[in-house]
């Protein structure tokens, strides 16, 4: 999609798994830094977007990615991955990481974090909720012949005729960065924001590898004063 006229401009603000078990002290897969960019993501619930939708990791207890799920010894949270087939076509594969169990329906650690201000949310989407597959963006699983799990996300924003979607959660290197991709997939003109997301490798190296993924995806990365957000703010 290409930029569009101001009486046509419909942004989304998309908050990715801002959850207990993704920030720290207690999380059992905590972000580094994760809780200290609430307050940059309770001032963007305050703009006039048109749509603001949260998205919540929810696992079922024997998810794929749970690397307890697994027999050893390549069962690590961290080190370890797994070969992931598609149920549906098992020549179509990828390989996964392997993580501490986290985000498991219904637990504390699945809630989003209480300093958000999840009033001002207009929807949640839940993903990875089919213990088959990895699910990192809040759009759809990485399997394309077929798809497997898929959200309401695009759905709900063309639905809401949403024209720009702009990102920020956790994390940076997984799923903050598929959520952009797909974003962009979708059609909609895609920013990340760069104050209000964190990374589990926060390193430069890693960060730089993923703006560079967002770039060839089409997704700009800006910052809390860009023009990008000005628009938005005038609205």
Aim: aromatic share 8%; with cysteine.
């Amino acid at each position: 999609m290409h930029d569009v006229p101001d009486d046509a401009f419909r942004p989304a603000l998309l908050i990715v798994d801002f959850q207990e078990d993704f920030c720290p002290p207690h999380g059992s897969l905590a972000v580094t830094g994760a809780r200290d960019i609430v307050a940059v993501i309770n001032s963007l619930l305050e703009l006039p977007f048109s749509q603001k939708i949260a998205t919540q990791d929810w696992h079922p207890p024997d998810h794929i990615s749970f690397a307890a799920n697994h027999p050893p010894p390549d069962n690590k949270p961290f080190s370890s991955s797994c070969l992931v087939r598609n149920p549906d076509n098992p020549s179509e594969t990828y390989k996964t990481r392997l993580w501490p169990v986290h985000c498991v329906q219904d637990t504390k650690g699945a809630k989003l974090i209480p300093e958000l201000h999840a009033e001002k949310v207009h929807h949640i989407v839940k993903k990875g909720q089919d213990k088959r597959v990895e699910m990192y963006s809040a759009f759809t699983d990485p399997f394309v012949n077929p798809s497997i799990a898929t959200s309401e996300l695009a759905a709900t924003l063309k639905e809401a005729q949403v024209t720009h979607v702009y990102v920020v959660g956790l994390a940076m290197d997984y799923c903050v960065k598929y959520t952009a991709i797909d974003a962009a997939k979708e059609g909609f003109v895609t920013y990340a924001v760069e104050e209000g997301i964190k990374a589990v490798d926060p390193s430069v190296q890693a960060w730089g590898a993923s703006l560079d993924e967002l770039k060839r995806a089409g997704v700009a990365m800006i910052s809390l004063a860009s023009p990008e957000l000005n628009r938005v703010r005038q609205l």
